[in-house]
């Protein structure tokens, strides 16, 4: 009799326990870091890509299952789709930064693990830069069928960086639209959370 209430406890503890580490993991961008006090291409593209982050952070929290099947029409992209197009974009930017080639394949992951690849992406991406890589070492390889198809960071930052920009805002206006906006609090022009 005992061990059937230790299965009990374990089976309505379990989920208890999981969602406190999960809400415990601190991800990247809930916030942004102080600025540089000095400007430079690299500080401000850093700068670019954490306000990228901070959106997606808020774009993408508190989401529901239902949200994920939002579409604004038949022929649009879902909420999930979005986030899955982004997750991608993100893979290029840090192969960019990193100067790897681009596979072109991702992989398949829960939205939960999606959210995270984006976030820890970013930061990634951020850190090498801070590191000290510049930008002009920087290539975004595309393989192809003559070998591969190099291009400078300029292609980044009117590329992957503002497409994906440009679709936090998207998920922004599907949230609204599916009834769950984006919470309170976060100043996108300070990218600090009003307390």
């Known amino acids: 009799?005992?061990?059937i209430y230790g299965k009990l406890a374990a089976l309505f503890l379990f989920p208890i326990i999981v969602y406190s580490q999960r809400a415990n993991e601190q991800l990247p961008f809930r916030e942004i870091s102080d600025y540089p006090e000095v400007y430079s291409a690299e500080s401000v593209v850093t700068r670019l890509i954490e306000g990228l982050g901070f959106r997606f952070y808020w774009a993408t929290e508190t989401i529901k299952d239902e949200d994920l099947l939002y579409k604004p029409s038949e022929s649009g992209r879902s909420f999930g789709d979005t986030v899955n197009h982004i997750y991608s974009l993100s893979n290029v930017i840090l192969n960019g930064v990193l100067s790897q080639p681009n596979s072109g394949s991702a992989e398949e992951l829960s939205f939960e693990a999606k959210r995270k690849a984006v976030l820890l992406n970013l930061q990634k991406a951020i850190d090498v830069i801070n590191?000290?890589?510049k930008l002009d070492e920087m290539k975004t390889?595309?393989?192809?069928?003559n070998g591969t198809n190099e291009f400078p960071f300029w292609n980044q930052i009117?590329?992957?960086i503002s497409d994906a920009i440009w679709h936090c805002g998207q998920l922004v206006v599907m949230r609204r639209?599916?009834?769950n906006p984006i919470p309170s609090g976060p100043s996108f022009f300070n990218g600090k959370?009003?307390?």
Not at 141 to 145: G, K, L, Q, W
Request: hydrophobic content about 25%.
């Open 177 to 179: 639209a599916s009834g």
């Open 141 to 145: 390889v595309f393989p192809s069928s």
């Open 131 to 133: 590191e000290g890589k």
């Open 1 to 3: 009799m005992r061990n």
């Open 193 to 195: 959370v009003r307390q």
């Open 158 to 160: 009117n590329g992957p």
